[in-house]
């Protein structure tokens, strides 16, 4: 593949399989070449080592949670402006993290929903 046709890419940053395989289709779906990362110290390691088009995260993940990595993106100069969509269960835990994040989604959040928000920012970039 010629790198000009390259999807930009986008991490999905989810520890439940069956979530990380709906979310990942679903920003496919959206024009992003989806990368699953089940854990958050794996998912540290990846955003030192890229920069993605599009996080998709879960904020229940072992090892370091996901507000940790949310605030470690909007700190860090490289992934700042990455568009962030917090894909959750837990409403109480997300609400103080609205203003850092682009979108919340509550679980059980939708295929197509993902996919039409994913698809929207994929167009904006």
């Known amino acids: 593949m010629n790198a000009s046709h390259e999807k930009p890419l986008a991490f999905v940053i989810e520890d439940d399989p069956k979530?990380?395989?709906?979310?990942?289709?679903?920003?496919q779906m959206?024009?992003?070449?989806?990368?699953?990362?089940?854990?958050g110290k794996q998912a540290l390691s990846r955003l030192a080592e890229a920069v993605p088009?599009?996080?998709v995260l879960d904020l229940h993940l072992p090892s370091v949670p996901?507000?940790?990595?949310?605030?470690?993106i909007r700190a860090d100069e490289r992934l700042k402006d990455v568009p962030v969509i917090l894909a959750t269960a837990d409403p109480?835990?997300?609400?103080p993290l609205h203003d850092e994040s682009d979108l919340v989604l509550l679980k059980p959040v939708?295929?197509?929903?993902?996919?039409d928000l994913a698809a929207r920012l994929c167009q904006q970039g």
Request: glycine share 8%.
């Open 30 to 39: 959206a024009g992003y070449q989806a990368e699953i990362i089940p854990d």
């Open 66 to 72: 996901g507000d940790e990595i949310l605030h470690h």
């Open 110 to 115: 939708s295929f197509i929903q993902l996919r």
């Open 92 to 95: 109480r835990m997300a609400e």
């Open 53 to 55: 088009a599009l996080v």
């Open 19 to 27: 979530q990380g395989d709906v979310f990942s289709r679903a920003v």
